[in-house]
């Protein structure tokens, strides 16, 4: 009975446990189910023309070849990522819903590598992954109910590796290793978040050894606003002749009204002593600016009306109280000019 080369005949193993195990935790088309039954048959009839050439090979493919996990639980993965573990010696912590780890520091979506993968195999897996206290956790969903695997970060030190991957995602990948144990890598999405992620579990070992170094103040650069000093000595004398004489200018125009001082008490405008306002002159005054009341005791007026005021005893506060069309208020005395020169 003639024989196959060992080249095929590993090709074959790889393909059957590529479609067997690779393919079981995918989500797969009603179609693609059909076509994975039908290689998964076809390869068995051709292991059974050649026993001689599988007899090594066949062991357990009878117990899982054909039996159908749903998709959604990613069996196949979950054994493959528990396997992983069980190999390396890792502590296996108990049973942990996705939704009830505490104290996440960061948490989302990160594409795996495989410890060991065949030809055919998946390398890469898509985990949800969460880092919760000192430990690392990786899930088939956020919705899972336990964990896939998890190790203790403690001891291991994180970093960005660009060798890990040749596609598009080549910067996007980091790892957490450390000295006789196992090395872990990821792949995120986008490069700012794989730093990201690099940045929370340093952190983490930072906070673990104690050595997160304090932030220092930034030295506060002195603002200088005179510039060096010069020496008077060497200064060069002034030339006055650069500075211009300038006319007089007319002050025809009224110059800016002072701001008004309001008084910690202001006076009650008293009552009017009856008085000849007809000769009075000396107490007619006019209005210098445009004066708004922001008080009700304050009389309004605009530049030009005539005032007649009625006391002056309260100027030390800078007010006077005036009459203007039978309303009287304080004004302030600033605002005023003399109607009459006498």
Excluded at 111 to 128: I, L, N
Excluded at 187 to 202: G, L, N, P, R, T
Aim: with cysteine.
């Amino acid at each position: 009975m003639r024989t196959l080369p060992e080249e095929l005949t590993t090709l074959i193993s790889d393909l059957e446990y590529f479609i067997c195990d690779g393919l079981k935790g995918e989500n797969l088309s009603k179609k693609a189910k059909e076509k994975r039954e039908a290689f998964i048959k076809r390869i068995k009839e051709v292991k059974l023309g050649f026993p001689q050439d599988f007899k090594d090979r066949t062991g357990g493919d009878d117990s899982d070849g054909s039996e159908e996990v749903d998709s959604n639980n990613d069996g196949g993965s979950e054994r493959t990522d528990k396997d992983d573990e069980t190999c390396e010696g890792a502590q296996q912590s108990p049973p942990v819903a996705a939704q009830d780890l505490k104290c996440v520091f960061q948490a989302g979506y990160l594409e795996k590598r495989r410890k060991d993968h065949s030809f055919f195999g998946t390398e890469w897996q898509k985990r949800w992954c969460a880092l919760s206290h000192h430990t690392f956790y990786y899930y088939g969903s956020d919705k899972d109910k336990q964990q896939k695997g998890e190790f203790n970060i403690d001891g291991y030190m994180v970093k960005m590796n660009n060798t890990l991957r040749k596609d598009s995602k080549k910067d996007c990948c980091f790892e957490i290793s450390a000295p006789d144990k196992r090395v872990y890598q990821f792949c995120a999405s986008s490069v700012k978040e794989a730093e990201e992620w690099v940045k929370q579990i340093d952190f983490v070992l930072r906070d673990m050894t104690g050595i997160i170094p304090e932030e220092e103040e930034e030295e506060q650069e002195m603002y200088d606003d005179v510039g060096p000093m010069l020496d008077v000595t060497e200064t060069e004398p002034i030339d006055e002749d650069i500075y211009e004489e300038l006319p007089d200018e007319d002050m025809s125009a009224p110059a800016k009204p002072p701001l008004k001082v309001e008084p910690l008490s202001k006076p009650t405008p008293p009552s009017p002593a009856p008085v000849n306002k007809s000769t009075d002159y000396q107490n007619y005054y006019q209005g210098l600016w445009d004066c708004v009341g922001d008080h009700p005791d304050e009389l309004s007026f605009r530049r030009g009306d005539v005032i007649y005021i009625l006391s002056k005893e309260y100027q030390s506060f800078g007010w006077w109280v005036g009459e203007k069309n039978g309303a009287i208020g304080i004004i302030p005395k600033d605002y005023l000019l003399e109607l009459y020169a006498i």
